[in-house]
């Protein structure tokens, strides 16, 4: 029996939005994200600012093999994702 491992990311942002927070990518994931959607990037503490909309960034997210495990929040929510390593 082969234990599974889990990677997780966090996408921050407003329904309303046209930009959103992504926590935990790895420098790849940013780079083909930001060249997919021909959007800058902007670091912040332990993430990266992207401009696209959250539903559109785990969209996304979900055909690099993430999948939404958890949510909280309203005006403005946090979405986490994880994806089997």
Known sequence: MSLSTFY???VKGS?????????GLI???IQALAKRYESPSSPIVNGVIIKVPPIL???SLSELGYRVVCSTGEA????TLQ???
């Open 27 to 29: 420098p790849d994931e």
């Open 15 to 23: 329904l309303h939005a046209s930009d959103c927070s992504v926590f």
């Open 57 to 59: 960034m785990i969209n």
């Open 76 to 79: 403005e929510i946090v979405w």
């Open 83 to 85: 994806r089997e390593v």
């Open 8 to 10: 997780y990311v966090a």
